[in-house]
Structures are given as C-alpha cells and as structure tokens.
C-alpha cells in the first residue's frame, strides 16, 4: 500500500514547464508522447523498443505508478563538449574546429549555431546559440499548433526572420497532400547559420533520454554471473546509448547504480535534458582586438557588464538548473576602444588566454543534466546482456558503435537500441 505521502502526477507537463501549448495539447504530449515511450519501456512493447526487450521492473511511469513528488530528484550531470571529438582531435583549436563543424558532431545533447555576419566561414563571430530542446516537442508543436510554432521560430531567431518563409520548415506528404513538418530545415540544420531550434544531431532525442534511463534500470551479469558495473561495459551489454561519449554512459552507470541499490525509478519532471550550469567566470571583454596575434593587454581586458545582456537566455529556467536555450551576442551600442562595436569575438577567456573564435569555446563550459525521482525498494534479479533477435534468413548488421568516423556520423535515428 502506498504511504500518504505518495501520489500519482496528473500529467507530465512540457519541458521546463514550457507554456507554448496549450492545455489540451499539454495533455496530449503528456499522454500520446511521455506516458507513451514510459509505457512501452515498461512492458517491452515492440513499437517503441527493439524486439527482445524484457519487461521493466525498477522503472515506472508517474503518472500510473504513485510516488513521493516531494523527494529531491537524482540528478545525472556531464560536461556538453563532445567526448568523441576530444578524444579523435587533441589540441586546441583543432577539437573546437571540428566540433563547429557540423551539428552531427555535438552529440552531447547540447547543439549550437554560429553566426559570423558577411565573412560567414572566417569573420568574426557575431552571435552563437546553443540549445538542448528535443526534436519531438518542436515537432509536435509545428504539427499541432502551426501558427504559434512559425511565431516562435522567428521570435527566437529574430535577427533572421524577415528571410523567413513559412514554406522553408515543412514538406509535402505526397500521399496525403498533407505538410508536414521537417526538423532538418534550413533554419534548424546547419551550424553555421546562426540560427537553431531544437537538437537534430540523431542520437540527441527525447526518447532516447527516457530509453536510456528505462534500460539502465536493468541489473546486469556477465557470462561468469558477475554484476556488471563499468559504464561502458554496462551500454554494450544492455545496449543503450552509445559507448565514449560523455553523456550516455554517465547516465547509464549512475542510474544502474541506484537500481542495484535497489531504487525503482522514472525521469523527474518535466521530462527533459536541461542546461544546467554555464561558468561564465572566465570570460571578459578584450575592448581593443579580437585576435589572438600578440596578448591582450591589462587596461584592455574589462569585466563584461550586464551579463545578462550578453549571455541571454531565452527558454528554460536556469536559476532553477533548468535552463533550454541561451543566446550569446553583444547588444548594439556596446562600443570597444576604438569605437567599434563589440563582438563575441572581443570576447577573452582569461582562463585559456584566447578570444572567442568558435562556439565550441563556450561549450567546454555548459553541464547537462537529467534527474531521476525513485522509489525504495529491493533490486530484481540479474539478467544476461540483451541480445537482439536476427530475423530469420538475414545476416543482421554490425551494430554501429559510434566510432567510424568519431563524432561525425550516427545511428539513423534516436540511441535507443
């Protein structure tokens, strides 16, 4: 019998208690999308896990399963800037080349765009935005409430709206003649445009998050009966996510731990990744240059004033480490020595002692978190590693591992295994 304490949810509300929906789309997101994915992690329905699942008995979804809303969550926190490309690319600049190379390579579910005005490759940086926002809210937004979606993406990408049409985010179903939103729209697609809506790398979903966190429930044994507990050796056995990111095996150990504790659990609410800290104590305007040529001196390097200003965020709420999206640019009127106006780029970080050129600076700074909220209890039995089933006569593909071309490339679709 559950205590008095404990209660059901009577939804799950959007991510960071977003309030674009409305109430009976809220209802919908929390019934057709959240319950849905939790629903079938649990009872290994085939339309949603890979076939061969078993079914979950430390994860449970809350708004079916009573549980005290009061206890603090667990939270599972880890660097944004891409593992994988650190690790295939060392030394500056060279990883934070790469990693601006192309959304595909941010896969720490933290994706940003540059804009960098007329010299679009090689000029100065005049703004960088950064997000965490899944794929499958805007998606659903676009297809259920259209015109608050078009609204939303030029207000937050004001700087390029009247280049805007409506026609760039969605295609023709040509069996249906219905349109249909595309989440790789020129304005959502590129990293050099400056311009972002939600996450598009493929394994940084929201689906993905709850798959992972549903699987790492699971207590696991090698072939000699041990309890398995490296992160990694945890993600090939249960196969979640992917091995050698920063991100995946952080949330499967620490979660697979707490279910050896014997903890049943969910993903906190509102079910999202979030942005939780961004140390912006390194950074100061160099009010002469923008290059790295020759160190800047003393009297030129000021504390950046309004922070806020410059550091802008946009979606979530980061006072409460639920932070979506920021915007980083310097407001008209900010003027430097010589009075030019500033730039990302006059930005200095005192700590490596070089000025911004490529927004995968700022990403060594950002921490990503999930958090999870529990149940106490006992830990269920051990099982084998999951082995998906071949199907008959096919010789089944060699699982990708993420390490063909490291950070460059993906699964073609979400993590989930």
């Known amino acids: 019998m559950a205590s008095i304490k404990d209660s059901k949810l009577s939804r799950h509300d959007p991510p960071g208690n977003l309030s674009d929906l409305n109430d009976s789309n809220k209802a919908k997101w929390s019934t057709d999308y959240i319950s849905y994915w939790m629903r079938g992690e649990i009872n290994a329905d085939p339309h949603v896990v890979s076939k061969g699942r078993t079914k979950l008995a430390q994860f449970f979804d809350g708004t079916q399963t009573p549980f005290n809303q009061n206890d603090p969550p667990q939270v599972v926190e880890w660097n944004a800037f891409p593992k994988l490309i650190k690790s295939s690319y060392p ?43 899944g794929p499958e809210y805007w998606q659903f937004l676009a297809s259920c409430q259209k015109a608050d979606f078009l609204n939303l ?37 590129l990293s050099k445009t400056g311009t972002i809506a939600h996450l598009i790398q493929p394994n ?29 050796e945890l993600i090939k056995c249960s196969k979640y996510g992917n091995p050698g990111r920063n991100s995946d095996p952080t949330i499967g150990s620490t979660i697979n731990s ?56 946009q979606r979530g709420d980061i006072s409460k480490k639920k932070g979506l999206r920021i915007k980083i640019e310097v407001p008209q009127g900010r003027k430097g020595k010589h009075g030019q106006q500033l730039l990302v780029s006059n930005i200095y970080d005192k700590e490596k002692q070089v000025h ?62």
């Open 91 to 133: 030394g500056e600049p060279l990883h934070w080349q790469m990693a601006d190379l192309s959304r595909v390579a941010q896969d720490e579910y933290l994706e940003w765009s540059v804009s960098r005005g007329a010299r679009k490759y090689t000029g100065d940086i005049h703004s960088v935005t950064f997000t965490c926002e």
């Open 258 to 313: 707490f279910a050896r504790a014997g903890a049943t659990l969910t993903v906190a609410e509102p079910v999202a990744l979030y942005i939780r800290r961004f140390d912006t104590s390194p950074f100061v305007f160099d009010i002469n240059s923008t290059s790295d040529n020759t160190p800047p001196k003393s009297e030129d390097l000021k504390p950046i004033d309004k922070p806020e200003e410059v550091f802008h965020w």
């Open 153 to 189: 993406m030029k207000h937050l990408n004001s700087g390029f709206s009247e280049d805007m049409d409506d026609s760039d985010f969605f295609l023709k179903d040509q069996v249906t003649g219905n349109k249909v939103y595309n989440p790789a729209n020129t304005w959502n697609m």
């Open 356 to 417: 911004i050129r490529y927004g995968a600076q700022f990403a060594d700074y950002f921490t990503i978190g999930v958090s999870a909220a529990g149940k106490a209890g006992k830990p269920a039995t051990a099982q084998d590693c999951y082995k998906p089933p071949a199907a008959a006569g096919v010789t089944p593909c060699a699982q990708f591992d993420g390490f063909a071309h490291p950070g460059l490339c993906g699964a073609p679709g979400s993590s989930r295994a």
């Open 204 to 232: 940084n979903t929201l689906s993905a998050e709850i798959d992972i966190l549903a699987q790492a429930t699971v207590i696991r044994k090698n072939q000699a009966g041990q309890i398995i507990t490296d992160s990694d």
